[in-house]
């Protein structure tokens, strides 16, 4: 699928790309790519702005326990076109559809980020938007996922768990 968007650097640690693309499966980022039109650019600024101040926010309480410089903040799934969410057999209603991100810290060990994520919850637990959580999941004891974080624009106050 042709981008019809240069990608640029929206903040210091993220790009426009990260919240088109996220890690969404090839079809889905075709599918993005195909109704990029439906996306608000202002809408992503937003995204990534806030994105930037929480990743600022973990590296200036948190220590890569991995030796990396800094901990990072991958993007899982940004905007996400209202298409790719009935395709899902999801509402088409996610804010994912307006502005909203899913993200997990990485360059850390899975503990770690899965430890930032609990702490992040309740940092915000004021917050006036969207946010919800996706916990970690254990095998034996040992973290196999560390789960993510969801953030959002609505004017309201939304709280869930996946
Ligand atoms: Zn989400």
């Given at each position: 699928m042709k981008k019809t968007l240069d990608n640029r650097r929206l903040t210091t640690n993220f790009t426009l790309y990260e919240f088109i693309?996220?890690?969404?499966?090839e079809a889905g980022k075709d599918m993005n790519w195909k109704n990029?039109?439906?996306?608000d650019i202002k809408n992503m600024e937003k995204a990534a702005a806030h994105a930037q101040s929480v990743r600022d926010l973990i590296n200036k309480n948190f220590r890569s326990d991995n030796d990396y410089k800094e901990i990072g903040l991958r993007i899982t799934s940004g905007w996400r076109c209202k298409e790719w969410e009935l395709h899902q057999k999801?509402?088409?209603?996610?804010q994912h559809v307006i502005a909203a991100y899913d993200a997990q810290p990485v360059n850390c060990s899975k503990r770690q980020a899965a430890e930032i994520l609990a702490w992040l919850l309740h940092h915000f637990k004021n917050y006036e938007g969207g946010l919800a959580i996706k916990k970690p999941t254990f095998d034996k004891g040992n973290i196999l996922t560390p789960g993510f974080i969801h953030f959002d624009f609505r004017g309201r106050v939304a709280r869930w768990e996946y």
């Amino acid at each position: 699928m042709k981008k019809t968007l240069d990608n640029r650097r929206l903040t210091t640690n993220f790009t426009l790309y990260e919240f088109i693309e996220g890690q969404l499966p090839e079809a889905g980022k075709d599918m993005n790519w195909k109704n990029i039109a439906q996306m608000d650019i202002k809408n992503m600024e937003k995204a990534a702005a806030h994105a930037q101040s929480v990743r600022d926010l973990i590296n200036k309480n948190f220590r890569s326990d991995n030796d990396y410089k800094e901990i990072g903040l991958r993007i899982t799934s940004g905007w996400r076109c209202k298409e790719w969410e009935l395709h899902q057999k999801r509402s088409g209603n996610s804010q994912h559809v307006i502005a909203a991100y899913d993200a997990q810290p990485v360059n850390c060990s899975k503990r770690q980020a899965a430890e930032i994520l609990a702490w992040l919850l309740h940092h915000f637990k004021n917050y006036e938007g969207g946010l919800a959580i996706k916990k970690p999941t254990f095998d034996k004891g040992n973290i196999l996922t560390p789960g993510f974080i969801h953030f959002d624009f609505r004017g309201r106050v939304a709280r869930w768990e996946y």
